[in-house]
């Protein structure tokens, strides 16, 4: 299973377009007022264009720079001027939005139709899956109707990602407010974790009723069938792969079931001995 990327860009709605003519000339103008949060000038140089346009002549999906750009700077304001305008959203502005961080940005969002739970992507969930290490803002998520639970395609949730990546206290915050334990394959998401709390998160994760010999994805027939090439395994396969004694020693302890095969025909001691990580065979070979 590979690691989680969390840097993919979302999608509510398609890609802006790119246009064989030369776009508008305001957008340049309006770019630079946007980014000083120069809300009279954005107002006046827009108007103007919009004016001197018929409707069926007007580009508004052309200036999906100045949104952009309103977006890295924090123009809550400006942002919510420029949707009222007509300037769609795209998944671009979304993307923006995720790294801008501003629950400012998000409100506005959801003023103007923003499905808070849609996924980015067929692969990718929805925006809390890439906010989780941010914990002022997962709670204004999860007050603003963030599903934890919200999958995409495959599943993958937003409890997936927090499970490899987000502090414990937020991981508890999630469980507290509607996390589900038999979705987004949360076992296996805790053994790609690299901050030493992997084995403490898996504890966790027992205790809340984890499968621990499940494979990744055997109870989730579309993602199985999506992904079945990969080798999927159990979290003992993956932390043998990843050479995680420590977390091998763990799982083993906990009754993890050495002769289970991934959908490759594999054992972990063979997925071990395919990444030459001696420290995990010789522990799967006397267990």
């Not at 969390?6 to 000339?25: C, D, E």
């Not at 790294?99 to 929805?126: C, M, Y």
Request: proline residues 5%; glycine residues 6%.
């Amino acid at each position: 299973m590979a690691a989680i990327q969390a840097s993919h860009a979302p999608r509510t709605s398609s890609t802006p377009r790119f246009f064989q003519h030369y776009p508008p000339k305001e957008i340049s103008s309006l770019a630079d007022a946007s980014a000083a949060g120069d809300l009279d000038t954005v107002r006046n140089i827009l108007q103007s264009y919009i004016k001197c346009q018929s409707p069926e002549d007007s580009r508004l999906q052309e200036f999906w720079p100045v949104l952009l750009t309103a977006l890295s700077y924090d123009r809550a304001e400006i942002v919510s001027y420029l949707l009222d305008a007509g300037i769609p959203l795209s998944s671009l502005h979304i993307q923006q939005a995720v790294r801008t961080k501003s629950a400012d940005i998000f409100e506005v969002f959801l003023r103007h139709g923003w499905d808070i739970n849609a996924p980015f992507s067929e692969t990718q969930p929805s925006a809390l899956a890439f906010i989780v290490e941010d914990w002022e803002l997962t709670n204004w998520f999860l007050d603003h109707g963030a599903d934890p639970n919200a999958a995409c395609r495959l599943d993958l949730t937003p409890m997936s990602f927090a499970i490899q990546t987000a502090p414990l206290r937020t991981i508890h915050l999630l469980f507290d407010r509607g996390g589900d334990i038999g979705k987004g394959q949360l076992i296996h998401h805790a053994v790609e974790r690299n901050d030493g709390y992997a084995v403490e998160v898996i504890q966790l994760l027992l205790q809340k009723g984890a499968v621990l010999n499940a494979r990744m994805y055997e109870n989730h027939p579309p993602s199985w069938n999506l992904q079945f090439f990969k080798g999927l395994g159990t979290a003992l396969h993956r932390a043998a792969e990843l050479g995680k004694s420590d977390v091998v020693s763990f799982l083993l302890q906990q009754g993890a079931d050495i002769s289970v095969r991934d959908s490759k025909g594999r054992t972990a001691l063979d997925c071990a001995r395919r990444y030459n990580r001696t420290n995990v065979v010789m522990i799967l070979e006397s267990s």
